[in-house]
């Protein structure tokens, strides 16, 4: 059963390509380029014998391979950008949509319909090469909109953060205090008192402090403390 689906998955290639083949030739027979497939509503690019109408907003496969000005898009969507990674792949998008299929290209040439590198980082939209009209979330324009920063303020809400903290905060220690005033202190306040006095002191007592005899005894080390010259514990 395994080699036969091997099998049968190696046919359905060949055609494929035996297909796609097909229309190329068909399009090198004409001399001329266009739109040779338009992603389908399976998901894959569809091929057809036919130059096909561009669309906007759609993955479409073209075999111009020099230029891409014989391909007119939309009014709605008239500049064509091409794939970051197959160059027979390309979109027709808005002025504002370059950066959405390809995030390199940001800047939309009028005079030739077509989306071009935009040499402004974190740059959405380029309104010109040297001013960015629209940062990428989380970035702010600088200034005059010659760059984008990073906008922790913005993106993150770090105000509300800290509100939203001091709020809560806030209503753990009234509901604490709230809590005492309606229990009253516990039964056990008084032993546990003294415990903790007595462990606090057993603590301050363990401490390596001066035990000198003559002068006043336990006193702390200064914490700058040459450890390598003075005795401190023992020879």
């Not at 230029?67 to 027709?92: D, G, H, K, M, N």
């Amino acid at each position: 059963h395994l080699q036969d689906a091997i099998a049968k998955d190696s046919t359905t290639v060949e055609i494929e390509k035996t297909e796609e083949a097909a229309v190329v030739a068909a399009f090198v027979r004409t001399a001329t380029c266009g739109i040779s497939g338009r992603l389908g509503e399976s998901g894959y690019v569809e091929f057809h014998t036919e130059y096909q109408e561009p669309v906007c907003n759609r993955p479409m496969s073209t075999n111009c391979t020099i230029s891409y000005r014989t391909i007119q898009c939309p009014q709605a969507c008239p500049f064509i950008v091409p794939s970051a990674t197959f160059p027979c792949l390309l979109e027709c998008v808005s002025e504002h949509g370059c950066s959405s299929y390809n995030a390199g290209l940001a800047l939309p040439d009028a005079s030739e319909h077509v989306c071009r590198p935009c040499s402004i980082r974190n740059c959405r939209y380029c309104s010109n090469p040297t001013r960015c009209g629209s940062c990428y979330d989380g970035f702010a324009p600088i200034g005059d909109g010659s760059g984008c920063e990073l906008a922790l303020e913005s993106h993150m809400h770090i105000g509300l953060v800290l509100r939203v903290i001091g709020l809560v905060l806030l209503a753990v220690v009234m509901l604490a205090l709230l809590w005492k005033k309606i229990r009253g202190l516990s039964y056990y306040w008084a032993e546990n008192n003294f415990a903790i006095r007595r462990a606090m002191r057993h603590r301050h007592m363990t401490k390596v402090q001066k035990w000198s005899l003559t002068g006043v005894p336990r006193q702390r080390y200064h914490l700058f403390t040459n450890v390598h010259g003075e005795h401190i514990m023992g020879e």
